[in-house]
């Protein structure tokens, strides 16, 4: 998860994959209350969710769109399946997914 403000991230909240799989990924409900406990502490807000894609392109998959809960965030898939890494961005409002053309820099 990231935080921050005014839809720019300061702070990655990296989370446990329940499921512990390299095909599915699953947050546990508590750890995601005390995220969002920690978010609130450093009056931060959520601005966007992050997730990797290891053999398929950065765009949502139906699964993806199916568990996307937060409307308010960006989300972030970063495709491993090339050399480089390849990161896309989107707003997700079920069942619908805009693409994001800003908020992804390089460094």
Not at 4 to 24: E, Y
Not at 86 to 94: A, D
Not at 102 to 107: P, Q, T, V
Request: one cysteine or more.
């Amino acid at each position: 998860m990231l935080s921050g403000k005014d839809q720019t991230a300061f702070t990655c909240w990296p989370m446990t994959n329940i499921l512990h799989s390299h095909n599915a990924f699953e947050m546990d409900t508590g750890e995601i209350e005390d995220v969002f406990r920690k978010i609130r502490e450093k009056e931060e807000q959520l601005v966007g969710i992050y997730h990797s894609h290891p053999t398929a392109p950065p765009n949502p998959s139906l699964e993806d769109i199916a568990h996307a809960n937060y409307p308010e965030a960006a989300y972030v898939i970063i495709s491993l399946s090339d050399r480089s890494p390849n990161v896309r961005c989107f707003q997700i409002l079920k069942p619908r997914v805009f693409p994001l053309l800003h908020g992804i820099s390089r460094y």
